[in-house]
């Protein structure tokens, strides 16, 4: 299950087709920490009856803020989880792949976001995850 705590970070998993694209996008280069590739991104876990989301949004004096939300797995509270990513903007949302539980948020969002189903195994090797 996430926590507030809990950081998402898709910088080592973005796509080879997409990596230059997200460099010129964040100012790569400028001598900062950690680069923000995408602004507004959502990490889902997903379990047999709930889907918890982080999601994590530009904050005040350039910090991020994380919000974190559970939602029941219906097709209704995934249609409300849906509608609250649109209106906060977010473009990307991870998951990991959980047996076959990922499937409905996975089909709920692939719409209106970009979705990133990501193998378990890699997300363990990620660097500060």
């Not at 230059?20 to 047999?48: H, I, N, Q, W």
Request: net charge positive.
């Amino acid at each position: 299950m996430l926590r507030e705590s809990t950081r998402v970070c898709v910088l080592a998993e973005v796509p080879p087709d997409r990596r230059r694209e997200a460099k010129v996008a964040s100012g790569a280069g400028k001598g900062t920490g950690m680069e923000v590739m995408f602004d507004r991104v959502a990490g889902l876990d997903v379990g047999k009856e709930t889907v918890t989301v982080c999601l994590r949004t530009p904050g005040p004096k350039g910090r991020r803020h994380a919000e974190t939300r559970t939602f029941k797995t219906t097709t209704g509270s995934l249609h409300m989880m849906r509608d609250w990513l649109v209106e906060v903007g977010v473009t990307i949302a991870a998951m990991e792949s959980t047996s076959t539980y990922w499937k409905p948020a996975f089909y709920c969002l692939e719409e209106v976001m970009e979705v990133w189903l990501l193998n378990a195994a890699h997300m363990k090797a990620v660097p500060g995850r």
